[in-house]
């Protein structure tokens, strides 16, 4: 699901590629690295179709010239130019270019005409069907003049002497293979049949084959020898009889037992069918079959013939017969001659194929354009007057399929060694040559010169195998000729060479360590050797092929790219076309072998120079605070290409795995990782580096709308993604093989994308940071734009994905791998770092969203304070201005709902609300210091229920919700909101509560009894004890004054006043008072007595020396019927003010009207009077 | 003040904390993760096993009224480990260079982590990094211990004169006090930073808080 979200991500920027504003777009990040996780990705790409390399053949060379990394190599060019047979020239043994009719004439001087003579003998005594008439002779003569060599008249007298020569003794050779469905003859119904044969040219010559009993299908396989006299006419009968066993062959067949040896047998067959030809029997004819010698192709064949019956109609069998040509010469002489012709045609065919071809002009395997046969490109096949000129001979001269094979092999072998021929026909002729070989049906004579002959293919064969690179592999051909080379090879492994053969001479094989004296005939040993040896050769071609000149470490790195790639190349090919063929004849596991030599160069070759490299690489210079000052990071190519590098070495060790599953750990490439150790963390360095610059360029040039409709969030934001995603691939990509590793790089890379995703919510929130302001001369004004509005969002989309992100990297895996490797408690350990790193990644960046969140609030407190301001000073005018606040809070938390998700709108709103309360305390605070008057701040209160309504709407009401300072404002505004009277009120009330929370009376007791009927309230003034002296004699002439507050309410109502009392400390004063109150007055509420008691002085400055209240709910109510005096006593402790810094005191200090002056000097009198 | 009420999700406090990215480097087994785990979590595993690559740990942390949030990255100590930790160095803040007391070898280290750190960590030439030398298993007995106070104090003077503490993660002694010295010097190297640059006076006040940091909180039992 998550890999479903990234490839969303992925499919988002290719899809807006196809926009043109969006390719550009994509084209101005790229630009800034070079397209540097495109080539990243690039390379995944190429990974990729390397791979697919194997199932197209012919592709592999045209899908390397396009790689970034120049091929320097001239393979294709060598094999390019047709001739992949060149390569399979033996180059170590090859004798300069030998002028070839030399060596014919030095082969054939001794008899060179004797063996033209008899050749033109046996194509004037032609034989067979196939063979040319009489008239056709003349392009045998021609051809069989070239091939010689021989000028016209030479040819003219050996042909003279040819023709003077009488007639060629050939015989006909008959093999009686078999009958089948031969008609019943005797009683049984079955027969017991046998054959005559005889030629119309000799009827009294016949033939006959041994006796079959009781079968209708007999199987004789007996071999016949007729003179034939006249080709042309002749006609052979086959006659097939029922015997039928008279007395006296019966007896003649009792002797069979006594007879010895094949010839006797042969002789007693032949007398029992003379008996039973003469007619002194009783045999029965079957059928008879007749054949005209001429319809018999001079090769020979094999055919079924229908049996017949004068007189019936109807089918009487078939005979199997097997018929050819032979003459009586010595076949020792014979095989020689056909040797020498053999060889002497060949070589007149390779020469002249342009005529062959005009001869055959369907001929397939010959070029059109060129005089001769290419190399190895010979199948076997003579032109058409080769051919019979050739089957006349071996016909003429009797010899046998195995002799002219043997013949061939080692006639082909020879011309081989000069010019070489297709191995598919030495293959072909093995195929026929390995089961006279192995059953010993040759002469010993012949066995040695098979070998001889076989020692002039297998260089050539190994060679083949050595230079197996050069082979045009979409070839089909090569192949097969490949396939002929393991042929060939493989049966030859099933023979034993005679006593003292060495097959590996080392002056031939310089390429293989033998020993100098010690016979050799280990094919397969060999076989081994050329298939290492040729990698080998392989791979030092590569090497020299693209040795680089240039000391950087750059170029040295491309050079190892290089190299692994052409044997990973090779390797492939190995796999694709060749480990089959070896399979299939040797169980021999060719690119298994050819990976463990390469893999320990390749081992060899990179590790050193990997560990300097990376040895060698230095940190790069940056930093995510400030990312415009970087330079001087030139490692940065080098990192790539290390990594290309690393790559390609990874592909090449997974290779590796594949081929042999097994034992691959034992691999020198095995643990290739390690090399790279020091590298990793320098891709992760420039991965990040790389990541910040795109990040910032993103930012530059996204433009603050929505990607699509469907979105609130813009390009940088994908883009940003689109970077993460890109790293995810180069971790991917990179697959570190150790797991401590992948873990450490792990939690480097969500590391890595926090500081992005920080850096990125940074640029973001500068990008933002002067949007939405105006100003005109009057004011400054700021105004929420969607611009904020996505850059939070942006970031928030940003901050959600990181989560996700990480699950993509395969933490999981980790972990269990983890566990696995080491300990579950090791495991657990480490997912919990991961996890924090994380949370911690996560967290930061939602600070950032805060933090840019409170920016935007920030930029609105400004005009919510103005509004405010403004709606506080104009009263109550239709409410004008706080309409004007709520119209600018409207529209920009509609602009900041609309676009916001839930979650970040609830955090702005509560940011705003908070900031507004801020803003409004201060707003009171300043203007208490301003002295505005109560009306003011009753505004501002109204405005504060306005505002507390709108932003809590959604919310329910929760009193402890409501942030402290609020309550503090409405406290402010509710005391600086009353009228001056009001606030004497609240100060007075605030006297009370201080009154009561006294502990000791230190200015003395008063006690009174009070009491509410109806509305009239009754005083009695009881006494005063311990008053304070405020004379210089140490004493004082008390009274006591009793007010009602608030006195504003209470205008009408005289003030009680006692007597004055004289020097005393103790008055008792015992008065009383009865005060008649409105129903409004005795209902007020929070209505207080209060109690002054005064010293009076001579000058009438009466002095303060204490005062008590007593709240109205306090004061008992009674009815008429009980009396003052029923009451209680109550004792007020008298005491003065004390602080002046309560905060209805201070607001009356803000007030500059009269009642709050006097009151406040009054105040200050009893205050300074202590 | 109030606190923004989100719905639906884990979100930690919008915190004005100054994130500050800790590295603790020094030789394998002593006591990096130990020490950490004692600061973060008040803890001590006498068994912990060698970190794999690196560990991670958040801490809050509250330094003459600031309020700092440590992102503590404890490195292996292990050389196998040391491509694994290097990518960890950049864009530290401070950095605790951490040796047992008990281990000459690494004391002696110091010097060769000092240098990882500085070539890896990006850090800008000429710029005085925040450093802190740190002491650690300053429980084992005194016959033991194989590096003074003195010695170690020294080393400090000769390699820019950071500060230098001795420690016990596992006995709690001046963990917390270790973290807060190189918060400190931090703040100190920052607020100079944040000064403008007036002249040579700069010279003379950069002396003042090599003064200060030799200062060595040194655990009563091992200044006899």
Redesign the interface.
Same mark, same amino acid.
């Given at each position: 699901m998550e890999e479903e979200m990234w490839r969303q991500f992925y499919e988002k920027v290719k899809e807006s590629e196809s926009k043109k504003d969006r390719t550009e777009h994509d084209i101005r990040i790229q630009e800034l690295d070079g397209g540097f996780f495109e080539k990243f990705g690039t390379l995944l790409k190429e990974q990729h179709s390397q791979q697919e390399d194997g199932d197209g053949l012919a592709s592999v060379r045209e899908d390397e010239q396009p790689r970034s990394v120049e091929l320097q190599l001239d393979i294709p060019e060598e094999t390019g130019e047709g001739s992949p047979a060149m390569a399979l020239q033996d180059s170590d043994s090859e004798p300069d270019d030998a002028d070839k009719r030399e060596f014919i004439t030095d082969a054939m001087g001794w008899n060179i005409e004797e063996l033209y003579s008899e050749i033109l003998y046996e194509i004037l005594h032609i034989v067979g069907c196939d063979a040319a008439a009489e008239e056709e002779r003349a392009p045998l003569f021609c051809y069989l003049q070239e091939a010689f060599k021989l000028d016209y008249e030479k040819h003219n007298q050996l042909l003279e002497m040819a023709r003077a020569k009488e007639a060629p003794n050939i015989l006909l050779n008959v093999e009686v293979i078999e009958a089948r469905d031969l008609r019943p003859k005797d009683a049984n119904g079955l027969s017991d049949p046998f054959c005559t044969l005889f030629l119309t040219s000799s009827v009294a010559h016949r033939y006959n084959t041994s006796v079959k009993q009781e079968t209708l299908n007999p199987v004789w396989e007996e071999h016949f020898s007729l003179p034939v006299e006249n080709p042309a006419e002749d006609v052979l009968y086959v006659e097939v009889w029922d015997f039928d066993p008279a007395e006296t062959v019966r007896e003649k067949m009792m002797k069979i037992g006594e007879v010895k040896g094949v010839r006797g047998l042969r002789k007693l067959m032949k007398e029992i069918a003379v008996t039973a030809s003469t007619g002194k029997h009783d045999n029965e004819l079957v059928g008879c079959a007749a054949l005209p010698l001429k319809n018999i192709p001079a090769s020979g064949q094999t055919l079924w013939c229908t049996l017949e019956k004068k007189g019936k109609a109807k089918k009487q069998g078939d005979v199997k017969i097997q018929l050819s040509f032979s003459s009586e010469k010595n076949s020792q002489v014979a095989s020689q001659e056909h040797r020498h012709l053999l060889r002497l045609m060949l070589l007149h065919e390779l020469e002249n194929s342009k005529e062959c071809d005009l001869e055959e002009p369907d001929g397939k395997m010959f070029s059109k354009c060129k005089v001769g046969v290419e190399p190895f490109q010979w199948n076997g096949k003579f032109s058409q007057s080769a051919e019979t000129i050739l089957t006349q001979h071996l016909v003429q001269c009797g010899l046998s399929t195995a002799v002219v094979t043997l013949a061939q092999w080692v006639e082909f072998s020879s011309v081989h060694v000069d010019h070489p021929l297709s191995f598919i026909t030495f293959s072909l002729l093995l195929q026929k040559l390995i089961k006279p070989l192995q059953n010993g049906l040759i002469t010993d004579d012949e066995e040695k010169l098979f070998w001889e002959a076989a020692k002039k293919i297998l260089p050539s064969c190994y060679n083949g195998i050595r230079k197996i690179r050069k082979l045009t592999h979409s070839d089909k051909s090569t192949l097969q000729q490949l396939s002929a080379i393991l042929s060939i090879l493989s049966q030859l492994a099933t023979l034993q060479p005679p006593e003292g053969t060495n097959l590996f001479p080392p002056s031939i094989y310089g390429w293989l360590a033998v020993s100098e004296n010690e016979p050799n005939c280990d094919i397969r040993a060999t076989l081994d050797a050329a298939v290492t040896q040729g990698a080998e050769d392989w791979f030092f071609h590569i090497l020299e092929n693209n040795n680089s000149n240039d000391p950087s470490e750059e170029a040295q790195l491309n050079h190892l790219i290089r190299i692994i790639q052409l044997l990973r190349t090779d390797l492939q090919k190995a796999i694709e076309f060749h480990d089959r063929l070896f399979q299939q004849y040797f169980r021999f596991s060719y690119a298994k072998t050819l990976y463990k030599l390469y893999e320990s160069k390749v081992a060899e070759l990179v590790e050193p120079v990997v560990t300097e490299v990376c040895k060698s690489l230095k940190?790069?210079?940056?930093?995510?605070r400030a990312t415009d000052g970087i330079c001087d990071n030139d490692p940065l190519l080098m990192g790539t290409t290390l990594f290309e590098l690393y790559l390609i070495v990874q592909r090449f060790a997974v290779l590796g795995t594949g081929l042999c599953p097994v034992d691959s750990d034992v691999f020198n490439i095995h643990n290739f990782h390690l090399w790279f150790? #020091?590298g990793?963390?320098q891709w992760?360095?420039i991965a *990040?580096y790389k990541a910040l610059q795109r990040i910032k360029k993103a930012v530059e040039i996204d433009n603050l709308v929505p990607v699509d409709g469907s979105v609130k969030y813009s390009s940088s934001a994908v883009d940003t993604l689109a970077i993460f995603y890109q790293i995810k691939i180069f971790w991917k990509q990179l697959a570190w093989p150790d797991v401590?590793?992948s873990?450490?790089?792990v939690?480097?890379i969500i590391?890595d994308i926090c500081?992005c995703s920080v850096f990125y919510a940074d640029q973001m929130s500068g990008k933002v940071e002067g949007m939405g302001e105006s100003q005109n001369v009057y004011e400054k004004k700021f105004e929420v734009t969607n611009e904020w509005c996505l850059a939070i969002n942006n970031i928030d989309y940003v901050q959600q994905s990181i989560q996700p992100f990480v699950g993509e990297l395969g933490m999981e895996e980790i972990v269990t791998s983890?566990a696995n490797f080491?300990?579950q408690? #090791?495991a657990d350990?480490?997912q919990r770092?991961l996890q *924090?790193?994380i949370?911690?990644a996560v967290?930061?960046v939602?600070?950032k969203i805060?933090?840019l969140l409170?920016k935007v609030a920030e930029k609105m407190a400004p005009a919510i304070n103005r509004f405010l301001l403004e709606g506080a000073e104009l009263l109550k005018q239709e409410n004008n201005c706080v309409d004007r606040l709520m119209k600018y809070l409207d529209d920009n938390l509609l602009t900041l709902h609309s676009h916001l998700n839930?979650?970040n709108f609830?955090?702005i709103l509560?940011?705003i609300?908070?900031n507004l309360?801020h803003t409004m305390y201060e707003l009171v605070e300043s203007n208490l210091e301003r002295r505005r008057p109560p009306t003011f701040f009753l505004n501002l209160h109204e405005t504060l229920k306005i505002l507390v309504g709108f932003f809590k709407q959604g919310e329910e009401k929760n009193e402890t919700?409501s942030?402290a300072?609020l309550k503090q404002i409405e406290h402010l505004l509710l005391l600086h909101g009353m009228e001056t009277w009001e606030l004497i009120h609240q100060y007075n009330l605030e006297r009370r509560e201080e009154q009561i929370a006294l502990e000791l009376p230190n200015l003395g007791l008063l006690t009174v009894r009070i009491q509410f009927v109806e509305d009239l309230l009754r005083i009695e003034i009881l006494n005063a004890r311990n008053l304070h002296a405020m004379d210089a004699n140490g004493s004082c002439d008390p009274y006591v004054k009793v007010h009602l507050l608030p006195e504003e309410k209470f205008r009408t109502v005289t003030k009680p006043r006692t007597k004055t009392h004289k020097k005393t400390m103790f008055p008792l004063f015992d008065e009383n008072f009865t005060l008649h109150l409105t129903p409004e007055q005795r209902h007020l509420k929070n209505g207080l007595i209060m109690f002054t008691v005064k010293d009076q002085d001579f000058l009438g400055m009466n002095e303060f020396l204490g005062e008590a209240f007593v709240s109205f709910s306090d004061v008992p109510k009674t009815d008429m019927t009980t009396g003052l005096e029923e009451l209680e006593q109550v004792h007020l402790k008298l005491s003065r003010p004390t602080k002046q810094d309560s905060e209805a005191y201070r607001a009356l200090e803000n007030r500059h009207d009269k009642l709050s002056r006097d009151f406040l000097k009054k105040e200050k009198a009893k205050y300074s009077s202590s | 003040m109030a606190a923004p009420s989100f719905q639906g999700r884990h979100m930690r406090q919008p915190s004005k904390n100054t994130l500050l990215k800790v590295v603790i480097l020094g030789d394998g087994g002593v006591g990096k993760s130990c020490l950490m785990n004692r600061f973060v979590s008040n803890h001590f595993d006498e068994h912990s096993f060698h970190t794999i690559g690196v560990e991670f740990l958040n801490k809050d942390i509250e330094i003459n009224g600031e309020m700092y949030t440590l992102q503590i990255w404890d490195t292996a100590g292990q050389e196998r480990f040391k491509s694994l930790r290097t990518p960890f160095y950049r864009g530290s803040d401070i950095c605790l260079l951490t040796y047992a007391i008990d281990d000459r070898t690494s004391f002696r280290n110091l010097a060769l982590w000092r240098n990882e750190f500085l070539y890896y960590a990006d850090v800008k030439e000429g710029t005085t990094f925040p450093f802190l030398v740190v002491g650690n298993k300053v429980d084992v007995e005194s016959e033991e211990r194989e590096v003074s106070c003195e010695e170690a104090r020294a080393w400090c003077m000769e390699n820019g004169n950071p500060p230098h503490v001795e420690t016990s993660a596992k006995d709690a002694t001046n963990v917390e006090e270790a973290f807060s010295l190189a918060v400190e010097s931090w703040a100190q190297l920052e607020a100079k930073l944040d000064r403008p640059y007036i002249g040579d006076t700069v010279d003379l006040q950069r002396q003042q808080p090599e003064q200060r940091s030799s200062c060595c909180l040194s655990v009563g039992s091992n200044t006899e």
């Open positions: 940190p790069l210079k940056f930093n995510d150790h #020091a990793v963390a992760l360095d *990040l401590e590793g873990y450490t790089f939690a480097k590391d500081r983890l080491r300990s408690t #090791a350990h480490c770092t *924090l790193v949370d911690n967290d930061t939602g600070n805060l933090e409170e839930t979650d609830s955090r509560s940011i609300w908070e309360s919700n942030p300072i | -």
